[in-house]
């Protein structure tokens, strides 16, 4: 059976691959952080959000349903969602091109790029945690939707020579060989 949401591709993904080292760039609650640590108990992961107010005047921010989101309280949940996963989990909270930095070259299995959907943004992320990944590892993220997100399939399109939607919740995936930055 197929996967409908995003954390189940990412568990099969990580699983199948036998990946250890990822990141996840906007975490936000914490539903798939907590997921992945949960059914992946091998994987070591770099959680990297700001947990700040997101614009409301923005058109994403109503489309991503975080017109009204408490970073406050999403926080927190993201804090009790992980704890018990903490001996895997590197958090970084801050702006996630400044996190990058932090990353060594190189490590990672695969990134997941989930943060702030407008063009700049997504091309800002890929070029800065492209490089962390690996030789044969996954760069994939959510919200591969023309309509509603064009900033993302704008910069995905710019950013790889390949890449795939998956068909599963919006996620699209590509090769780190497949980046063209």
Not at 18 to 40: D, K, P, Q, V, W
Request: proline share 3%; glycine share 8%.
């Amino acid at each position: 059976m197929k996967p409908k949401k995003r954390y189940w591709w990412l568990i099969n993904m990580i699983v199948k691959n036998e990946f250890s080292m990822g990141a996840e760039i906007g975490c936000a609650n914490g539903a798939t952080t907590g997921r992945l640590l949960r059914y992946c108990k091998k994987l070591k992961l770099y959680a990297v959000d700001k947990w700040e107010k997101v614009d409301k005047n923005l058109p994403e921010a109503g489309q991503m349903g975080m017109e009204n989101w408490d970073p406050k309280k999403g926080f927190i949940r993201f804090s009790k969602v992980t704890q018990m996963y903490k001996d895997r989990l590197t958090v970084l909270r801050g702006d996630s091109v400044d996190a990058s930095k932090l990353v060594e070259d190189g490590i990672l299995d695969f990134v997941f790029i989930d943060a702030d959907h407008r063009y700049p943004a997504v091309l800002n992320d890929i070029i800065a945690w492209a490089p962390k990944v690996k030789k044969g590892g996954i760069i994939c993220g959510h919200d591969f939707d023309s309509v509603r997100f064009p900033g993302v399939v704008r910069a995905v399109e710019e950013s790889f020579s390949d890449f795939e939607d998956t068909g599963i919740d919006n996620v699209w995936m590509a090769k780190k060989e497949d980046y063209v930055y």
